[in-house]
């Protein structure tokens, strides 16, 4: 069992920057794939970035240049550093967790359902 607790949501302005936290404890958490996704109202569930054990990162398109996902040296927590920031970025902001292989990972912003182990998610708004 991973827990996995959200923290840093907000509300800024369009241009503005967030970090967000995710702190994972449990079962070996530190040998997990992480993620973030996020979902807007109405909207699915999409991925936003991943990190694999060795550090390996991948990042959805929408968020290349802008966002950057990170973990402390214990890989005890996850952050997501969002910078310039738009109004299409706000959504509720979820990190999740898996054992996945290599290959796995690096695709798992595209397959939610790769991950077992999800917090129960961070508000972040945008406005223009």
């Known amino acids: 069992q991973v827990q996995l607790v959200e923290s840093g949501g907000g509300s800024v302005q369009a241009g503005g920057s967030l970090r967000l936290s995710c702190a994972a404890s449990g079962d070996a958490a530190a040998s997990y794939c992480m993620g973030w996704f996020r979902q807007a109202p109405g909207k699915e569930r999409e991925g936003v970035a991943v990190?694999?054990?060795?550090?390996?990162?991948s990042y959805a398109d929408s968020v290349k240049g802008r966002f950057t996902v990170s973990q402390d040296s214990a890989r005890n927590t996850l952050y997501l550093q969002m910078n310039s920031l738009k109004p299409e970025d706000a959504a509720m902001y979820f990190c999740?967790?898996?054992?996945?292989?290599?290959?796995?990972?690096?695709?798992?912003?595209?397959?939610?359902?790769?991950?077992?182990?999800w917090g129960q998610g961070t508000q972040v708004t945008v406005s223009s």
């Open positions: 990190i694999d054990s060795d550090g390996s990162t």
């Open positions: 999740a967790a898996a054992r996945l292989p290599p290959d796995q990972c690096y695709s798992g912003s595209q397959h939610p359902e790769f991950f077992t182990y």
